[in-house]
């Protein structure tokens, strides 16, 4: 042992030793008789008479008698009965702070204070100890053990101090066998190899590890990205109780009340679980309504009743798109030529999409809706070119998604969907001018489609109209609050897009109106369409 360690302070206090000396002075003016106990503390005592007043260890170190000829060279245990007290050093460590700079803090120090040493009555025992090497500790056997024991016992047994010892109870069981302490394995096993270890671990685990390596396919699940498996319906919906819930709210979608004709297709979709046209409608409208995690839920109903809606495949597409989560998205795309009596020769059976890794499902379904759409070169289907222009927009190809949705606009300049998408899609290559003409193409076939006015805020954000995009967003919340009357607790439901208050609250903050964006915190519309004056 270093004995630096042994009377080096840490930070000035004292060290072990002096820390020792000052508390047997101190109980050894107690007047007892002396005991051999005593008179080795009084020889400590009297080589240690000038206490070091400084950290000088050359001084320290020429007041410490030998010690190291005493110790065992192979365990590092003193013999003779000499005793050495060690007391553990104080841990010093350096924390990083809460930055990513990793600026240090003060460091800590954990200190442990001696206790106070026990003053025995009776003499110690002369039994000179021999201790067993490291070597011959593992090598032992239950026996050799047992031996030591034994000879410990015998060599002890008329010394009265010891006779009653905690230690000598201790070493009595062990020689009698009432305490095992060696290995029950033999010294083949004992002695196994860091890989024949592993490998019996792992042979030994392996149903455990196997539970947990499928725990990272989590992060891939649906589940994991905020899609729920089971539709959440939305409480006191008063069209409940009319049954031309699924009529009204078609009513509804044509007059441009989005979140009308949501409610109502939440209801008839209540009334009729089994209806596959009530859950499209209800998820088409959600997509349109901003919010697509309802409209990815309601269209699986759909699809799981009915696989044959080739439209419900490209909207799910393009919601899995909007939610970051492109293989779910080339995965419905694949399931819309598989559906198509067109294009379903087109699918191959011998591959199985789902084993397929990101790249490699990319490359693939890109090439089989390529093919798709050379197998006609002088006739244009809309359905072929919307579904390239979401892979092209999850591949970030915009320009090429650009063309896909003009050449399906050329036959179907009526969807406003389509304008939409190719709105959205000029607007991410950064052609905003001409993203707010498809936009208002968008809003003029479909006044009420919400994500089309929401996107137009956002394209007036990028151009630095911050006023002119927050009106947007209060129009579009005003449309989703109109359903508010529906309901039959209207005070206390909020039907309206988290991401449009959101997206608001940021303009406020770009436009310098903090004020206005604590009301959008308190999502006070009444004064908000005061102020932007959109009433």
Same mark, same amino acid.
């Given at each position: 042992?270093?004995?630096?360690?042994?009377?080096?302070?840490?930070?000035?206090?004292?060290?072990?030793?002096?820390?020792?000396?000052?508390?047997?002075?101190?109980?050894?003016?107690?007047?007892?008789?002396?005991?051999?106990?005593?008179?080795?503390?009084?020889?400590?005592?009297?080589?240690?008479?000038?206490?070091?007043?400084?950290?000088?260890?050359?001084?320290? %170190?020429?007041?410490?008698?030998?010690?190291?000829?005493?110790?065992?060279?192979?365990?590092?245990?003193?013999?003779?009965?000499?005793?050495?007290?060690?007391?553990?050093?104080?841990?010093?460590?350096?924390?990083?702070?809460?930055?990513?700079?990793?600026?240090?803090?003060?460091?800590?120090?954990?200190?442990?204070?001696?206790?106070?040493?026990?003053?025995?009555?009776?003499?110690?025992?002369?039994?000179?100890?021999?201790?067993?090497?490291?070597?011959?500790?593992?090598?032992?056997?239950?026996?050799?053990?047992?031996?030591?024991?034994?000879?410990?016992?015998?060599?002890?047994?008329?010394?009265?101090?010891?006779?009653?010892?905690?230690?000598?109870?201790?070493?009595?069981?062990?020689?009698?066998?009432?305490?095992?302490?060696?290995?029950?394995?033999?010294?083949?096993?004992?002695?196994?190899?860091?890989?024949?270890?592993?490998?019996?671990?792992?042979?030994?685990?392996?149903?455990?590890?196997?539970?947990?390596?499928?725990?990272?396919?989590?992060?891939?699940?649906?589940?994991?990205?905020?899609?729920?498996?089971?539709?959440?319906?939305?409480?006191?919906?008063?069209?409940?109780?009319?049954?031309?819930? %699924?009529?009204?709210?078609?009513?509804?979608?044509?007059?441009?009340?989005?979140?009308?004709?949501?409610?109502?297709?939440?209801?008839?979709?209540?009334?009729?679980?089994?209806?596959?046209?009530?859950?499209?409608?209800?998820?088409?409208?959600?997509?349109?309504?901003?919010?697509?995690?309802?409209?990815?839920?309601?269209?699986?109903?759909?699809?799981?009743?009915?696989?044959?809606?080739?439209?419900?495949?490209?909207?799910?597409?393009?919601?899995?798109?909007?939610?970051?989560?492109?293989?779910?998205?080339?995965?419905?795309?694949?399931?819309?030529?598989?559906?198509?009596?067109?294009?379903?020769?087109?699918?191959?059976?011998?591959?199985?999409?789902?084993?397929?890794?990101?790249?490699?499902?990319?490359?693939?379904?890109?090439?089989?809706?390529?093919?798709?759409?050379?197998?006609?070169?002088?006739?244009?289907?809309?359905?072929?070119?919307?579904?390239?222009?979401?892979?092209?927009?999850?591949?970030?190809?915009?320009?090429?998604?650009?063309?896909?949705?003009?050449?399906?606009?050329?036959?179907?300049?009526?969807?406003?969907?389509?304008?939409?998408?190719?709105?959205?899609?000029?607007?991410?290559?950064?052609?905003?001018?001409?993203?707010?003409?498809?936009?208002?193409?968008?809003?003029?076939?479909?006044? !009420?489609?919400?994500?089309?006015?929401?996107?137009?805020?956002?394209?007036?954000?990028?151009? !630095?109209?911050?006023?002119?995009?927050?009106?947007?967003?209060?129009?579009?919340?005003?449309?989703?609050?109109?359903?508010?009357?529906?309901?039959?607790?209207?005070?206390?439901?909020?039907?309206?897009?988290?991401?449009?208050?959101?997206?608001?609250?940021?303009?406020?903050?770009?436009?310098?109106?903090?004020?206005?964006?604590?009301?959008?915190?308190?999502?006070?519309?009444?004064?908000?369409?005061?102020?932007?004056?959109?009433?």
């Amino acid at each position: 042992m270093s004995l630096n360690k042994l009377v080096g302070g840490d930070c000035g206090g004292d060290n072990s030793l002096v820390q020792l000396s000052n508390i047997v002075s101190r109980d050894a003016s107690i007047a007892q008789p002396l005991t051999q106990a005593d008179r080795f503390v009084q020889e400590f005592m009297g080589q240690n008479s000038q206490i070091p007043q400084t950290f000088n260890m050359n001084s320290l %170190l020429n007041n410490i008698p030998e010690v190291d000829k005493n110790v065992n060279k192979n365990t590092h245990i003193p013999v003779n009965n000499q005793i050495q007290t060690i007391a553990p050093q104080a841990n010093m460590s350096w924390l990083p702070g809460p930055s990513t700079s990793y600026m240090p803090q003060q460091p800590l120090f954990r200190s442990f204070h001696m206790q106070q040493p026990l003053m025995h009555s009776k003499p110690i025992s002369n039994v000179q100890i021999e201790y067993m090497s490291e070597e011959d500790a593992i090598n032992a056997t239950d026996n050799d053990v047992r031996a030591k024991a034994q000879e410990y016992v015998e060599s002890v047994k008329d010394d009265d101090e010891l006779a009653y010892n905690q230690f000598m109870s201790f070493m009595k069981k062990v020689s009698a066998g009432e305490l095992n302490l060696g290995n029950t394995v033999d010294n083949d096993q004992r002695k196994l190899s860091k890989d024949e270890i592993l490998d019996e671990m792992q042979e030994k685990y392996k149903d455990e590890w196997a539970k947990l390596s499928d725990v990272g396919d989590y992060w891939n699940t649906e589940e994991a990205n905020g899609i729920s498996q089971e539709y959440s319906f939305t409480e006191g919906n008063i069209m409940l109780e009319n049954k031309s819930a %699924l009529e009204i709210g078609k009513e509804k979608l044509k007059m441009g009340d989005i979140p009308g004709a949501v409610l109502c297709f939440e209801a008839a979709a209540q009334q009729n679980p089994s209806s596959a046209e009530a859950w499209f409608l209800l998820g088409t409208s959600q997509a349109e309504n901003e919010q697509d995690p309802a409209a990815i839920t309601a269209l699986k109903k759909s699809l799981e009743i009915d696989p044959t809606q080739l439209e419900a495949y490209i909207t799910l597409a393009a919601a899995y798109t909007n939610e970051n989560m492109p293989k779910f998205a080339f995965l419905s795309l694949l399931n819309w030529l598989k559906a198509s009596p067109k294009y379903n020769d087109l699918f191959p059976h011998d591959i199985d999409p789902k084993t397929l890794d990101l790249k490699s499902l990319e490359a693939h379904v890109k090439s089989l809706y390529i093919r798709a759409a050379q197998l006609n070169p002088s006739q244009i289907d809309p359905d072929v070119q919307n579904a390239l222009g979401v892979v092209f927009n999850i591949t970030h190809e915009h320009d090429k998604a650009v063309d896909c949705f003009k050449s399906a606009l050329m036959v179907a300049s009526d969807d406003p969907k389509l304008w939409n998408r190719l709105g959205a899609t000029l607007a991410n290559s950064e052609k905003s001018e001409e993203a707010v003409d498809a936009y208002q193409q968008a809003l003029n076939l479909e006044p !009420g489609f919400i994500r089309a006015r929401y996107n137009v805020g956002i394209t007036c954000m990028n151009l !630095g109209a911050h006023r002119q995009a927050a009106e947007h967003f209060l129009v579009a919340l005003n449309q989703q609050y109109k359903s508010k009357n529906m309901h039959s607790d209207s005070l206390n439901i909020d039907t309206s897009s988290s991401t449009i208050w959101t997206t608001l609250r940021m303009v406020c903050s770009f436009m310098g109106e903090h004020e206005v964006a604590k009301l959008v915190d308190e999502r006070n519309l009444t004064e908000l369409n005061k102020f932007f004056e959109t009433e």
